[in-house]
């Protein structure tokens, strides 16, 4: 899964540029990512994450800890 948030699951957005003459091309608004490391401290190590900038402020709110158990709870691999 390319250009996907690993918290979020959120991907790009697709429309229309759409210049003076009307005249419509497709384009696409890619997710603000950030790929971050964060400690496990329950199992000692780090792990890697690609995050969006929402996915970073959910981790610091909610904790690293609950969002790695809320993520294999969902089936994903961490």
């Known amino acids: 899964?390319?250009?996907?948030?690993?918290?979020?699951?959120?991907g790009p957005g697709f429309g229309n540029n759409v210049p003076w003459s009307k005249q419509k091309t497709r384009r696409r608004w890619n997710v603000n990512l950030q790929h971050k490391r964060y400690f496990?401290?329950?199992?000692?190590?780090?792990?890697r994450l690609r995050l969006s900038a929402k996915g970073i402020k959910i981790?610091?709110?909610d904790g690293i800890e609950a969002v790695v158990r809320r993520m294999r709870a969902q089936g994903r691999k961490v």
Request: aromatic share 4%.
């Open 1 to 10: 899964m390319s250009r996907h948030c690993d918290v979020t699951g959120a």
């Open 59 to 61: 981790v610091d709110r």
């Open 40 to 47: 496990l401290p329950s199992e000692g190590r780090y792990v």
